[in-house]
């Protein structure tokens, strides 16, 4: 890792703004990392989508953006990408992939009550690796699932400006506290990069008694131990933001993205 050069950036992929909250603490980990932030507006919404359908577009997709920008590490920042195509990615990319995995582990050692639940998007609470996470840290826990789209577009609204409508959010929280031993619940997997974006609206739904968690700490960890010894610019270069041409969605304003060190935005 040590010989990259300075300017080959890290490569953040989301379908979304949901990344921002894993390059978010990146950032505070490597504030002079040059970086590239893509979101796949073309593809938006990944969890709607089928297993086939993203398992071929999204190392497809990386292999242009790594062609493009030659990044010396790509982070997926997408719990739906990592838990259906991780390895596809991996087998068809030449550099170190970071992926995203739903924080079950962390939750288990967290949880009191012994009822965790898992906030994701539909196609993620459906997969095999969440059971088989499950299975391995929270095996005499009781962990619900639920998938709420409409959460993902709730979180693209308030970052373009919009108002979140706090029903939508009141549903994703039932969708889990209305299952049986719902109502013991006590610590909340955040398992969608999208969902730490609306932190305030879920904790007001959930109230106290219920603690969110979410990858993002450790993905940034994990970033800076495989980057260590690499050495990065003596300044932030201004990052850049690529999204996939989308009739219905444009990028968002640059101001939203600037707090995260973007600078540029460019479509493709
Ligand atoms: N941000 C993505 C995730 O972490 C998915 C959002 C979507 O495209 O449905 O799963």
Partial sequence: MSSASPDAPILFFDSGLGGLTVLGPTRALLPTAPIVYAADYAGLPYGQKSEAELASRVPALLGRLVERYQPRLAVIACNTAS?????????????????????????????????????GTEATVRQP?????????????????????????????????????????????????EQPQGAAMDVLVLACTHFPLLEAELQRELGDSVTMIDGAEGISRRVAHLTEGS??????????????????????????????????????
């Fill in 231 to 268: 050495v990065w610019p003596d300044r932030a270069p201004p990052g850049i933001a690529v999204f996939t041409r989308s009739a219905g969605r444009p990028p968002p304003p640059l101001a939203t993205l600037a707090p995260y060190g973007i600078g540029s935005i460019e479509t493709i």
């Fill in 83 to 119: 838990t259906i195509a991780l390895p596809h990615i991996r087998a068809a990319l030449d550099l170190p992939i970071v992926g995203t995995v739903p924080a079950i582990k962390p939750a288990a050692a967290l949880s009191k009550s012994g009822v965790i639940g898992v906030l």
């Fill in 129 to 177: 690796y969440v059971e088989d996470l499950s299975r391995r840290f929270a095996a005499d826990q009781c962990v619900l699932r639920h998938g709420s789209p409409e959460l993902v577009t709730a979180a693209e609204t308030k970052l373009h400006g919009g108002i979140v409508d706090q029903a939508v959010v009141a549903r994703a929280v039932a969708g889990l506290r």
